[in-house]
C-alpha cells in the first residue's frame, strides 16, 4: 500500500509519464500514425486522471506545504508555480474539448485545439516535476 507521503513522488512520475506519452503521440501523428497516436493520447488522458486524484487525495490529508527556501530559487519557484497553477486549471476543458473533437471524428476542429493543448499540456507536465523536485528534492 502506497503511504501519504508516497504521493509526492508517484504525482512526479505520473507527470513525467505524462510529457513522454504526449511527446510519443506527437512523434506519432507526426508521421500520420492515428492508431497509436490516438493509444497514446488516450493513455496521457488517463495518466494524467491517476495524477489528478492522487494529487487531490494527498491535498485532502496533508493540505499545502511551504516552500522554505530562501535567496534567488525562491522567486524561480514561485514563478514556475504560478504559471503552473493558472494553466493546469486552463488545460482541463482544453484536453476534454481537444479529446471530445477526437472522439467524434471532427479532427479539422481537433487539430486547430490541440495545437494550443498540446503545448499547455506538456508544460503542465513537466513543470510539475519540476515543481516536485524544487519542493521536496532540493
Known sequence: MIAIADLPALNACLNGISALLLAAGYFFIRRGDMARHRLLMTTAFATSCLFLTSYLIYH?????????????IRPLYFTILITH?????????????TLYRAWRKNFD???????????IWMYVSVTG????WMLYQM
Open 109 to 119: 476542429r481537433h487539430r486547430r485545439l490541440a495545437r494550443w493543448t498540446f503545448p
Open 85 to 97: 497553477v493558472v494553466l493546469a486549471a486552463t488545460i482541463v476543458p482544453l484536453v476534454l474539448v
Open 60 to 72: 485532502y490529508n496533508v493540505g499545502s506545504v511551504p516552500f522554505e527556501k530562501q535567496g534567488w
Open 129 to 132: 516535476v519540476v515543481i516536485y
